[in-house]
């Protein structure tokens, strides 16, 4: 009599162990049926191949992962930025920053229409940006200048060499798209010049 309860927890354990392992089982199988799932239907017609639709995808994502790193840091100078030259300074700030920030829903639209997918996250963005963030807890107006110079500089020599990528996959639309975005980049880098032109370290 002492030895059935014994007999039966061995038997409920053993029975709740096989239930659990079926669970974990059937888990990694959903998961691998998951994977092995072609992508939902996401896919858009486009006259590209399927290696072209691939590059310049991941091209353009790239591109916008540096536009919104780009916009952030741009908007974080905004405000705050201090001194002398405060209005100037945080007004081209502001514009430059509504600037590149316009350039975003295009890029990602591009990498739809040509048959890709783009940015789904914040952390997807921090993975594929190559622009680097400034975090730090002050700036002087004149380094914010020339690092938003250089990283300007940065983002319109990557912008062409996507649209040398494009060019080889005959992706017109895509090149034209770039050219404009590549002209609003060197505006940007003109005006962050003749801002920083001889531009003395200002006050907090």
Not at 50 to 58: G, K, M, N, R
Not at 183 to 204: H, K, N, T, V, Y
Request: with cysteine; hydrophobic share 40%; proline share 4%.
């Amino acid at each position: 009599m002492a030895k059935a309860p014994s007999s039966r927890k061995s038997t409920k354990a053993k029975s709740t162990r096989t239930k659990d392992a079926a669970r974990t089982k059937g888990a990694a199988n959903i998961v691998a049926e998951r994977k092995s799932r072609p992508l939902p239907q996401l896919e858009t017609p486009t006259f590209l191949s399927p290696q072209a639709t691939e590059e310049i995808a991941a091209a353009l994502t790239t591109l916008l992962a540096d536009s919104l790193a780009l916009y952030l840091k741009t908007k974080n100078f905004h405000w705050h930025v201090s001194g002398p030259h405060f209005r100037d300074y945080h007004r081209m700030f502001d514009e430059q920053a509504a600037e590149v920030f316009a350039m975003t829903d295009p890029l990602a639209e591009r990498a739809r229409k040509v048959g890709g997918t783009t940015l789904r996250s914040i952390g997807h963005i921090g993975r594929l940006q190559r622009l680097a963030d400034n975090d730090a807890s002050y700036v002087e107006p004149t380094d914010m200048l020339a690092e938003l110079l250089d990283d300007n500089r940065q983002l319109a020599a990557f912008m062409r060499q996507t649209h040398d990528l494009c060019d080889d996959h005959d992706d017109v639309a895509t090149e034209s798209l770039l050219e404009e975005f590549i002209d609003q980049a060197e505006e940007r880098i003109w005006f962050l010049f003749e801002a920083s032109r001889g531009a003395r370290i200002s006050g907090r």
